[in-house]
């Protein structure tokens, strides 16, 4: 009973951090790379897809995205969708071919950023500690229930203060390495 419920904390820190990764995918630094892009939904046929699921998307340098749609008629429907996601991005088309300049970022636009990323970190830990929460009311139900002992119990606490320790230290070393991220030039 108390490993099932170490095991279910350990699994929803893991995707709590999991989506903290996620989420600073979404906080652009200067250079240009694919996964900017993932949260840009497109207008295919009625149905809402993503746009890597209709054009490829590719770097062509440090500061540019070209994206390449699977069909030519796409064009107009993906170049609203990234101007309309608040990206701040501004598409130029040639032909078939759609580049996407990622603009310079200046020093107010980069401590913004590093502002989101604290909060999206704070966001995470915050979620850490319910986990740790709803774990630690789990091992006083079953101590109230009288399933495990007051050593267990103890123990059992303790355990899981320490997977939050691990998990709330890996949040920290992310949030570093993005904002050390954001801060190059």
């Known amino acids: 009973m108390i490993n099932e419920i170490k095991e279910d904390a350990a699994e929803r820190m893991s995707k709590s951090v999991d989506v903290l990764g996620q989420n ?11 996964s900017l892009l993932d949260s840009i939904k497109v207008d295919y046929y009625g149905v809402d897809s993503p746009l890597s699921q209709v054009a490829n998307i590719n770097v062509e ?14 064009v107009p429907a993906i170049e609203k969708a990234i101007m309309k996601s608040d990206l701040g991005l501004n598409p130029s088309t040639a032909g078939a071919n759609i580049r996407i300049p990622m603009p ?10 590093i502002k ?10 915050v979620s850490v500690r319910n986990i740790r929460r709803d774990a630690i009311s789990d091992f006083k139900d079953l101590l109230k229930e009288k399933e ?27 949030l570093a390495e993005k904002e050390k991220d954001l801060m190059e030039i």
């Open 148 to 174: 495990i002992s007051e050593d267990e119990e103890r123990k059992a606490s303790d355990d899981i203060q320490k997977l939050t320790d691990k998990y709330i230290a890996e949040i920290d070393r992310e």
């Open 104 to 113: 310079p970022l200046t020093e107010e636009t980069r401590k913004g950023y």
């Open 24 to 34: 600073f995918n979404k906080i652009r630094t200067g250079r240009a790379h694919p």
């Open 61 to 74: 340098d440090a500061r540019t995205l070209s994206v390449v749609p699977w069909e030519k008629s796409m």
């Open 116 to 125: 989101q990323a604290r909060q999206e970190a704070e966001n995470a830990r």
